[in-house]
């Protein structure tokens, strides 16, 4: 069983950064492409980031330029550094693993979910 803790959320003014964390328990953590989603209050669950497992990245348009994912394979850690943030990133972040390596940029490619670290940008 894969477990995944995100941390790294909070409060920060627009224009600030974040960087979130999301340690995977498991050995074959490089195995597979990892991935950031996030749901605001009353919308729909979104992609945010998604990374593969040879280091390959890909984001949603609405963060592109301003996110940056990473991975460390060898903490089994994940990472989203978020800068020039908006109110409009106001979410609950969660952190998932593909059943793929490739990038998986659609929530049905994971089987395995963080319980999510809320971020909240105030203007």
């Known amino acids: 069983q894969v477990q995944l803790v995100e941390s790294g959320g909070g409060l920060v003014q627009a224009g600030g950064s974040l960087r979130l964390s999301c340690a995977a328990s498991?050995?074959?953590?490089?195995?597979?492409?990892m991935g950031w989603f996030r749901q605001a209050p009353r919308k729909e669950r979104e992609f945010v980031a998604t990374i593969s497992s040879t280091g390959a990245t890909y984001y949603a348009d609405s963060v592109k330029g301003r996110f940056t994912i990473s991975r460390d394979n060898a903490k089994n850690t994940v990472y989203l550094q978020m800068n020039s943030l908006k109110p409009e990133d106001t979410a609950v972040y969660y952190c998932?693993?593909?059943?793929?390596?490739?990038?998986?940029?659609?929530?049905?490619?994971?089987?395995?979910w963080g319980q999510g670290t809320q971020v909240t940008v105030s203007s």
């Open positions: 998932a693993r593909s059943e793929y390596s490739r990038l998986s940029p659609r929530g049905l490619e994971y089987n395995y």
């Open positions: 498991g050995r074959t953590f490089n195995s597979y492409a």
